[in-house]
């Protein structure tokens, strides 16, 4: 075997070479003048990746499960300039540490591209085994966490305190879908997450969530509640007082939502999970290749008080075209190959890459691929009852001011009575727009949630049943809020006083349907 030498002496051991990001982190450091051993099983793969990529990448068809101590040892051997092992096989969802534990045992460096949110966090069990032997141990050396933190660190500069953050990745339709990543994504659509959501834990469905998120040069993308790490380390970095959430989502809109509908079969009890069946949905997904495009990107949002109190909402998007957009999670592994190589990193240890990698270090590969980045601030937006009342808002009790002041999210906790209807038929209507049992002194949470949009969601938490409602600001000038109930929408006319709000019903629609006055809901309230 002929052993060619990069011009700095550095060689790296590559897990994974010929995956959709192998690939691609192998091209970026045989650019840097790191050669790279690839670690595969295809070997007609590697052998048409040694070709395109030249002497400095050396190629070694084999399962990463005879990767070991002994076998690393003999490698290092065999290219003194070995200094670190980088894993992009995938999926760490079920991955373990044997591979970061050998690294240690060998003496090596050890970076990842996890997106495993447990795998990522049982990282920090081989911290003292890493630190003994003077090496630096990264999970996550990816979109998420690395890239996620690294915007973030920079994007709170200076501000007080962190009320929400929010973190999107949209991919084009025609990106590379490799089959650990289709099968970590499905493995978690439709299953209970972990969230932290209006201030405190709570439990959410994967592939819920929606919303729809711009991109600068990309356009409208629908993303919804992916797990990651970052769903625990954003918290755990961050502390923010309201919300944490990283969403994920596919360019076609046909695709996206099937894929939630299939979520449901899982929240059924119907099947387990979707990763068995990701072959299949792979090639049923390839059939919509010709559709969609190539264009894709990243945003991270946080809503933050600034250091003079005032609340802004700021955010970083990168965008790519022209199918450079797989590079963007290769670039985190990237950079903090490129340090531990030239000694810049210097930290010891194993742990979650978040905040170890610098934003401006990781940027410094954006220029290469024509990834296009932008940082935004804003103002946040008064709430949509100071917009609906206007100056009269001022004139309400503070405890009524505050209680409607919703500021990214409200969070209020306290007692409530409920009568119930005393016929079938308003017991039918109660149970299907959810409206608590009747009960007295009874524990209430309400979680007011600004849209983005103009529009509120209130949920309110009863012992027995959860209510959701979307208020509209329908029309300022008559002081006037369409309140939503699923297909149900009802006119509400709103008052301010010095002693407080007051609203009755106007009119109701049910599926878009004009409702007559006998059946319109009635409401009192103050």
Known sequence: ??????????????????????????????????AVIGVARDRNRLSHLARRLGPLFTADARDRSGIDAVFLRGVRAKHPGLFAIADASGPFQTSDLRLPEAAISAGLHYVDLADGRAFVASIARLDRAART?????????????????????????????????????????????????????????????????????????????????????????????CETPDLDLLVERYHPAADAVFRAGLELRLLHDSTGVLGLLVRSGTIASLAPYARVLRFIAGMFRPFGSDRGGMSVDALVANEADQLVQRRWTITAQSGVGPYI???????????????????????????????????????????????????YPPSLFRRLLGPDYEILPEAVRKAHDVQGVLVLEGKADAAGPDHVLGRLIARLFRLPKPGLDMPIRVEMRDEGDGSETWTRFYPDVTMRSNLRDADAATRQIDECFGPLSVRLQWNATAQGLSLHTLRARLLGCPLPNILRPRTRAS
């Open 1 to 34: 075997m002929v052993i060619h030498r990069s011009e700095s002496g550095k060689t790296l051991l590559l897990v994974g070479a010929t995956g959709t990001f192998g690939e691609r982190l192998a091209e970026g450091l045989i650019r840097s003048g790191i």
């Open 329 to 379: 999670p290769t670039l985190p592994a990237l950079a903090a190959l490129k340090m531990l190589a030239d000694g810049t990193l210097t930290w010891c240890g194993a742990a979650p890459c978040a905040g170890l990698i610098p934003y401006d270090v990781i940027a410094r590969e954006f220029a290469h691929h024509g990834l296009a980045t932008q940082t935004d601030e804003t103002p």
């Open 133 to 225: 032997a003077q090496v630096a141990v990264l999970a996550g050396a990816s979109s998420t966490p690395a890239l996620s933190h690294a915007v973030l660190d920079f994007l709170i500069a200076g501000s007080r305190k962190v009320i929400a953050i929010d973190v999107s990745i949209a991919p084009g339709n025609r990106a590379p879908r490799g089959m650990s990543v289709m099968r970590a994504i499905l493995s978690t659509v439709g299953q209970p997450l972990r969230v932290f959501r209006g201030g405190r834990w709570t439990e959410e469905r994967g592939w819920g969530l929606n919303k729809t998120i711009e991109l600068p040069s990309v356009g409208r993308r629908r993303v919804a509640l």
